[in-house]
C-alpha cells in the first residue's frame, strides 16, 4: 500500500475543517461529479484523467460491473450488457416504451416497472443509475479523501415526478446523502450568476445529447427564481449526427449496414459534426467492414442545410418558454449556453439573431451544469458565506382525475415550490366509506395523455349520507419537485390523517428491497475493491523486486535471493488462486507483507549503496516505474 | 440564520392569513416592491434549504408552500379580491353562476366567438390576450377603488354593501378563464 501513495507536498493547508460537498451532473450521455476546492469549483477526474464520464454502465459475465468510458468500448462488443442512456428509462414504465425505438437489450416486466436482463440478473433503470452514481462518489472519495457529506444531483427542468422520485433513490442507494434534486438549466445560472453577480433575467439553453432544456430564471435580491421551463425531450447532438450519417449513407450509396459500420459512421458523423464548429469543410476516408471505402467531404453549408430542420425545432421552445414567463425577448438579458451541443454554430448564430445579443459561453458548456451543483451543494452545507436563496418551480401541473376521464388541475405548471393545495372531495353514495383518487401530471385534459403518478384509496372515511363527508386532500411538492399526499375528514370532529406516499410504480417492499440489496452489493463491491487493492500492492511489490534483483542481484547472498525469490513464487501463486474473496484478500496481504520483510535487508544494503554513492532519500523501488 | 424561527413561531406563520405573513394591512391597494422585498426575506430565511438536517424541515416545507401561496394570492387580482372578501366574512363560489348581467354574458359569448374566428392567428390571438388583460386591469382598479371606499368599517360588512365588488370579482374570473383559453390556443397556434 505505502507503494502507491505517493505523498505529494499539501500546500491546500485549510485552517479549518470543512464539510466537503459535491455536485453530480447526471447526464443521458456523459455524468461529472464536481466540488469547490480552494474557493474554486473544480471537475473530478478519475483514474484515467478524465472528466467526462460516459453514463454507460456493463454488466460482464463475470461479477465485473465496468462504468464509463470502458463500459462505452464495450457497446459493440456486447451491446445488450451495455447500458446506454439510462436516463431515458428513469421514472419509466414498461408501458411507457417508445415503440419506435429499437432498444439491443432484453427488456423485462416486473410489477409493472421496467427491467433490462443482464448478465448480473434483471436490472432496473434506478439500479443501473446507482452504479453510475456509485462510480462518481467513488471518483470523489479518491480525490478528496473522504466521504463527502453530502451531494447536490442534477435533474432535468423537464422531469416529472416519478423521475425525480427515481433519482433520489438511485442517488441513496449509492450511498449519498442528497442534499437536494436541481435542475440542470439552474444549475448552470448558478454557475454564471455567481460570477457575474448579476441582477436580472437569463435564459438557458441546453442542448445536450439527447435532450433540450430551455428555461429562463430571475434574479434579484439574490433570490433565484426560475420562471418557466421549457423544451424537447428527443432533441440533442445525436439527432444532428444521425443528419449526417444519413447523408453519408445516401453520398456512399450504403444500403444495408452492420451494427458495427453504424457505431463507425455514426462516430465519424460526431467527428465532422464538431469539426465544422472550426472549419469550412471536412474531408473524411473510412473503410467499412465488407471493405467499401467511404469517402467525401462535407462543407458547412452544406450541413447547415441538412440540420436546417433540427435548429428550428431547437429554437421553437424559446417561444414558448418566453410565453409562459410572459417576457419579452427584449427582457432577456443574459443567454447562457449550456450542453455540448450548444457549441453548434448554426444554433449559435440562430439565437444571437433571435435575441440581438452575444452569448455566455465562457464556462465549459459540459461542466458548467456540475459546477453550479457544486456550487449549490457548497451553500446548503454551510460552506458559503453567499446569502442567496434557489426558488424552482414544478414543470408540470398536478391534477386529479375527475368524471368523464377529464384531469382537473390543482397545482399549474411553473408554480414556485414548495407548494401546498388542498382539495375537498365529498362521497356520492350515502354511507360510502372509501374513495379512489387518480393522481397524474402533464398539461393535457385527458386522463390517458397524462402521466399516471399515483392511484390511492382513501378507507375508513364515517358512514354519511351522499355529499355530506368532507375529505380534504392536500397534495405537497417539496423543494426536490417531489409529491406527497396527506388526507383528512373534516366534518366529523377526528380528522383522521391519512398519509399517502405515492407508489409511482414501486411499492414500499420494492423500495425497501433494493436499498436493501444496494446495500448488499456494496458490500460485495467493497471486497472487491480490497481486493483488486490487495493484488495491486503485491504486483507492485514482485515488480519492484524482481527488478531490484536483476539491477543489484548481486548485493544478496543466494541464500537471500532464494528466499526471496520463494516469496514471490508463493504470493504469486495465491494471486491465481480461485478462492472466497475475504479469505483470498486475508492472504494475499499476509504474503505481501512476508515478502516485503524478506527484502528489508535487500532494501537496507540498496539504501547503503545508494548512500555511498551520493543518492540519498530515495528507496529501493526508485528503479521501477512506481 | 435558523434559530431566530422557533418552532412555534413557524406554526404562528402557517395560521397567519396572506396579508399578515407579509405584515400587510388588510387593503386591496399593496405596495408591490415591499411585498416582494418581504417575500424574499421570508424565503431567504424559511425555505427547506436552510433547514437541511434540522428538526423543523418537514415544518419549513409547509410554511415556505404558505408564503409562496400567500405571495401568488396577493399577486392575482383575483385571488386578492377573493381573499380579501374573505377577511371580510363573504365566502366567494366561483363554480356557482350567480346571475351576471345580460350585457356582460353577451359581451362574454362575443370574446368566443372572436377568439373562434382568430383560430390559429398568433397575431389576432395576442390582440386579444391583451384586450383580456386591459379589461383584468380595468376591473382591477374599479375594485380596488370599491375596497378603498368600504375601509375596514365594520358596519359595511355583509352581502349587501360589497354587492359591486362581488360581482366585478366574479367577471374577472369570467375573464381569467377566457384568457387561460386564449393562452392555450397561442400555444396551440406554434
Known amino acids: ?45 478519475n483514474v484515467d484523467n478524465e472528466q467526462l464520464i460516459p453514463s454507460v454502465v456493463y454488466y460482464a459475465p463475470d461479477e465485473t460491473t465496468l462504468v464509463g468510458t470502458s463500459a462505452h468500448a464495450m457497446r459493440v462488443i456486447d451491446p445488450a450488457n451495455t447500458i446506454i442512456s439510462v436516463k431515458r428509462f428513469m421514472g419509466r414504465a414498461f408501458s411507457d416504451l417508445d415503440v419506435g425505438i429499437t432498444y439491443p437489450y432484453h427488456f423485462a416486466k416486473h410489477d409493472g416497472i421496467l427491467e433490462i436482463a443482464t448478465n448480473h440478473g434483471y436490472k432496473n433503470p434506478i439500479q443501473i443509475s446507482a452504479d453510475i452514481l456509485r462510480e462518481l462518489k467513488n471518483i470523489a472519495i479518491a480525490n478528496l479523501g473522504e ?71 430571475q434574479l434579484s435580491n439574490g433570490v433565484f427564481k426560475v420562471l418557466a421551463v421549457s423544451g424537447d425531450t428527443h432533441l440533442g447532438g445525436d439527432d444532428f449526427d444521425q ?123 459540459d461542466k458548467v451544469v456540475a459546477i453550479g451543483a457544486a456550487i449549490q451543494a457548497n451553500v446548503l452545507v454551510g460552506n458559503s458565506k453567499d446569502d442567496y436563496l434557489l426558488l424552482d418551480v414544478t414543470p408540470l401541473s398536478l391534477g386529479i382525475e375527475t368524471m368523464g376521464n377529464l384531469v382537473e388541475k390543482i397545482i399549474p405548471r411553473n408554480s414556485t415550490i414548495p407548494i401546498t393545495r388542498a382539495q375537498d372531495f365529498t362521497t356520492y353514495k350515502d354511507g360510502q366509506n372509501a374513495m379512489t383518487i387518480h393522481v397524474l401530471q402533464g398539461e393535457r385534459e385527458l386522463v390517458k395523455d397524462c402521466r399516471s403518478l399515483a392511484r390511492f384509496s382513501l ?42 406516499k405515492p407508489s409511482f410504480g414501486l411499492n414500499d417492499e420494492q423500495v425497501a428491497n433494493m436499498l436493501k440489496s444496494s446495500i448488499s452489493n456494496a458490500k460485495i463491491d467493497m471486497h472487491n475493491r480490497l481486493l483488486a ?62 515478502l516485503n520483510e524478506a527484502t528489508g535487508n535487500f532494501a537496507a544494503t540498496l539504501m547503503d549503496l545508494a548512500v555511498k554513492k551520493g543518492l540519498t532519500g530515495r528507496n529501493i523501488y526508485t528503479g521501477t516505474n512506481l | 440564520m435558523i434559530g431566530t424561527f422557533s418552532t412555534e413561531d413557524l406554526n404562528k406563520i402557517l395560521r397567519q392569513n396572506c396579508f399578515e405573513v407579509f405584515g400587510l394591512p388588510l387593503q386591496y391597494s399593496i405596495d408591490q416592491s415591499l411585498l416582494n422585498n418581504k417575500y424574499q426575506e421570508l424565503q431567504k430565511q424559511l425555505h427547506p434549504d436552510k433547514f437541511i438536517n434540522h428538526p423543523d424541515s418537514l415544518l419549513s416545507i409547509r410554511v415556505s408552500a404558505h408564503i409562496n401561496d400567500s405571495y401568488n394570492t ?36 362575443e370574446l368566443y366567438e372572436e377568439i373562434e374566428d382568430a383560430s390559429h392567428d398568433t397575431g389576432k390571438l395576442n390582440d386579444l390576450a391583451q384586450k383580456l388583460i386591459d379589461k383584468v386591469r380595468a376591473l382591477s382598479d374599479k375594485i380596488s377603488l370599491g375596497f378603498a371606499s368600504k375601509g375596514m368599517d365594520s358596519r359595511l360588512r355583509g352581502n349587501d354593501s360589497y354587492g359591486i365588488i362581488i360581482e366585478d370579482t366574479k367577471k374577472m374570473a369570467f375573464y381569467n378563464k377566457i384568457a387561460h383559453l386564449i393562452d392555450q390556443k397561442i400555444e396551440e397556434s406554434w
Not at chain 1, 491546500?12 to 469549483?41: C, F, M, Q, W, Y
Not at chain 1, 414567463?325 to 450542453?339: C, F, Q, T
Not at chain 1, 503485491?538 to 516469496?567: F, V
Open chain 1, 147 to 217: 466521504e463527502p457529506l453530502g451531494a447536490v444531483i442534477t435533474v432535468p427542468a423537464y422531469f416529472n415526478d416519478a423521475q425525480r422520485q427515481a433519482t433520489k433513490l438511485a442517488s441513496q442507494m449509492a450511498g449519498l446523502n442528497v442534499l437536494r434534486l436541481l435542475a440542470e438549466p439552474t444549475a448552470a445560472a448558478i454557475a454564471y450568476g455567481l460570477d457575474t453577480k448579476n441582477e436580472g433575467t437569463f435564459l438557458v439553453y441546453d442542448l445536450g445529447g439527447g435532450t433540450l432544456d430551455v428555461s429562463i430564471l
Open chain 1, 243 to 365: 443528419r449526417i450519417f444519413c447523408h453519408i449513407l445516401e453520398k456512399a450509396h450504403l444500403t444495408e449496414i452492420s451494427d458495427k459500420d453504424t457505431a463507425v459512421l455514426l462516430n465519424l458523423a460526431k467527428f465532422i459534426k464538431e469539426s465544422l464548429t472550426d472549419k469550412d469543410t471536412v474531408a473524411v476516408n473510412k473503410v467499412m467492414s465488407n471493405g467499401q471505402i467511404v469517402s467525401l467531404k462535407i462543407s458547412r453549408d452544406e450541413f447547415y442545410t441538412m440540420s436546417e430542420q433540427l435548429v428550428q425545432k431547437s429554437i421553437r421552445p424559446i417561444k414558448k418558454v418566453l410565453h409562459d414567463a410572459k417576457l419579452d425577448i427584449s427582457a432577456i438579458d443574459e443567454i447562457i449556453m449550456v450542453g455540448g451541443s450548444s457549441r453548434l454554430l448554426n444554433i449559435r448564430e440562430q439565437i444571437t439573431a433571435i435575441f440581438n445579443k452575444p452569448l455566455l459561453t465562457n464556462i465549459d458548456p
Open chain 1, 533 to 594: 487493492e490487495a493484488v495491486l500492492d503485491a504486483e507492485a511489490l514482485i515488480d519492484a523486486t524482481a527488478n531490484s534483483l536483476s539491477q543489484n542481484g548481486e548485493l544478496l547472498s543466494e541464500d537471500e535471493k532464494n528466499k526471496i525469490n520463494q516469496s514471490i513464487l508463493e504470493l504469486q501463486k495465491q494471486l491465481d488462486a480461485d478462492i472466497e474473496i475475504t479469505e483470498k484478500t486475508h492472504i494475499i496481504k499476509k504474503l505481501t507483507a512476508s
Open chain 1, 1 to 45: 500500500m505505502a507503494l502507491l501513495q505517493i505523498a505529494e507536498p499539501d500546500n491546500s493547508g485549510e485552517p479549518h475543517k470543512r464539510n466537503i460537498a459535491i455536485g453530480i451532473d447526471l447526464g443521458t450521455t456523459n455524468s461529472l461529479v464536481a466540488t469547490i476546492k480552494n474557493a474554486t469549483p473544480v471537475c473530478l477526474q
Open chain 2, 74 to 109: 396577493l399577486n392575482s387580482p383575483l385571488l386578492k379580491s377573493i381573499a380579501l372578501l374573505q377577511q371580510n366574512g363573504i365566502t366567494l363560489d366561483l363554480n356557482v353562476d350567480k346571475e351576471l348581467p345580460a350585457d356582460f354574458l353577451m359581451e362574454q359569448m
Open chain 1, 459 to 500: 378507507k375508513g372515511i364515517p358512514a354519511m349520507t351522499a355529499g355530506a363527508a368532507r375529505i380534504r386532500v392536500t397534495f405537497q411538492i417539496d423543494a426536490d419537485g417531489l409529491l406527497s399526499v396527506i388526507a383528512s375528514e373534516q366534518t366529523t370532529g377526528i380528522s383522521n390523517n391519512i398519509e399517502i
